[in-house]
């Protein structure tokens, strides 16, 4: 039995800038299993967000598949990516890119809306999943009114709130302290195994890559 959630298959991309043609992925091919929890490293500049763009569908490989249980979502047009996206995919990236006007409750629900789930029910959802990374009592605050760790539990809270098959973090801890850095690990690796949802990580920090259960280095 297949228990691969992602396969990608000799992915190239490349961008023009000014005279130069820059290559970032190469003929790259790599699976990721159901759970798994992943790093991506390498130097800055080696592709790893771009690799996250293509995994999410924000962005096209110039050739190569990236098979989601089977389903190449190169294949499929923008808008029906981002329904895909909206439903298995979660996102966290170094600057939580909470909306400032809205409450962390809200920020949590906002997926929600996105995808037609109506206002109560949204926010019911929202309540819960914010409980699971112990902020409910921070409900009602707005990001300016949190920590910066409080912002990307937050983040992490409106990533999982549509129950996605996987999560892609760029840079998460790149803003946080060592402290702060065990704690978000601790609650991704614990929400990972509770949900069953695989892990992605472009990183540059070894108490991030350490705890992960395999690197993939895009040198």
């Not at 967000?49 to 089977?70: M, Q, R």
């Not at 997926?111 to 699971?132: C, H, I, Q, T, Y």
Request: proline content about 3%; hydrophobic content about 35%.
């Amino acid at each position: 039995m297949n228990d691969n959630l992602i396969s990608c298959i000799n992915l190239n991309k490349a961008y023009n800038q000014a005279d130069e043609h820059l290559t970032v992925l190469r003929n790259l091919s790599f699976s990721v299993k159901k759970g798994e929890r992943i790093g991506l490293t390498g130097v800055s500049g080696c592709g790893k967000s771009t690799l996250l763009h293509i995994l999410a569908g924000l962005d096209l490989p110039d050739s190569g598949e990236v098979n989601f249980n089977g389903k190449n979502i190169v294949q499929l047009d923008s808008d029906d990516r981002a329904i895909f996206r909206n439903k298995n995919i979660g996102f966290v990236y170094q600057f939580h890119h909470l909306l400032p006007e809205f409450s962390a409750i809200e920020n949590v629900a906002f997926p929600l809306w996105l995808s037609g789930e109506s206002k109560d029910n949204s926010l019911s959802e929202a309540k819960d999943v914010l409980d699971k990374v112990d902020l409910k009592s921070k409900e009602d605050s707005k990001p300016s009114q949190l920590s910066g760790g409080e912002r990307q539990r937050v983040a992490i809270a409106r990533s999982i709130i549509n129950k996605p098959s996987s999560i892609l973090m760029d840079e998460p801890t790149g803003n946080l302290d060592n402290k702060n850095v065990d704690n978000f690990m601790n609650l991704v690796l614990d929400l990972s195994q509770d949900l069953n949802i695989s892990l992605i990580i472009a990183t540059h920090d070894n108490n991030v890559s350490s705890r992960l259960d395999r690197l993939l280095n895009l040198e």
